[in-house]
């Protein structure tokens, strides 16, 4: 299941290619680097978000593994 690091990397991105476009449409080049490395901030937020979730199932799996031979 998705986690919220992930939701909100996502979020993030989302929101940083609107200021990349709205800084190119305006002229803004401040606007425009702003919205990059917002986008660049939500993709390591999504990420960590992921290893997370991974980091998780496997200690999940492992645990069920473990009680399963415990029977």
């Known amino acids: 299941m998705i986690n919220k690091d992930e939701v909100a990397g996502k979020a993030e991105q989302l929101k940083g290619q609107a200021k990349e476009k709205v800084g190119e449409w305006t002229d803004n080049p401040d ?5 990059v490395g917002d986008q660049a901030a939500g993709k390591a937020r999504e990420t960590v978000g992921t290893a997370k979730r991974k980091v998780e199932e496997a200690a999940d799996a492992v645990h ?3 009680k399963e031979n415990l029977r």
Request: zero cysteines.
């Open 31 to 35: 606007l425009e680097a702003e919205g």
């Open 64 to 66: 069920d593994k473990v």
